[in-house]
């Protein structure tokens, strides 16, 4: 089994930065796609981002690009997610994700996940 692990959220001012940790742990994990999702309160969970195991493909929603930068370090098995210009509405709870799997657009319609983290909150105050 394999554990994904969120760390770096918090509370930050609109027009700030954080960036988000996700850590996996437990038995050989590789050749899959990690990422990011969020969930606002009363919203859909959403995609934000993914990133494939070596690094070089990397998908974003929309509606973030150029504010999000995703990234990870395979070595370490973790992914990051830079955030910045953040808006109150980008104030939700951001689960990190897993799937073994090369096809990053599968990865961004969430389906058929391996692994979830439990996630870390984010709360950008206007």
């Known amino acids: 089994q394999v554990q994904l692990v969120e760390s770096g959220g918090g509370l930050v001012q609109a027009g700030g930065s954080l960036r988000l940790s996700c850590a996996a742990s437990?038995?050989?994990?590789?050749?899959?796609?990690m990422g990011w999702f969020r969930q606002a309160p009363g919203k859909e969970r959403e995609f934000v981002a993914g990133?494939?195991?070596?690094?070089?493909?990397?998908r974003y929603a929309d509606s973030l690009k150029g504010r999000f930068t995703i990234s990870r370090d395979s070595d370490k098995n973790t992914v990051y997610l830079q955030m910045n210009s953040l808006k109150p509405e980008d104030t939700a709870i951001y689960y990190c994700?897993?799937?073994?799997?090369?096809?990053?657009?599968?990865?961004?319609?969430?389906?058929?996940?391996?692994?979830w983290g439990k996630g870390t909150l984010v709360t950008v105050s206007s």
């Open positions: 990133v494939s195991w070596s690094g070089r493909t990397t």
């Open positions: 437990g038995r050989t994990f590789s050749n899959n796609i």
């Open positions: 994700a897993a799937k073994y799997s090369s096809d990053t657009y599968s990865f961004s319609r969430g389906d058929g996940m391996d692994y």
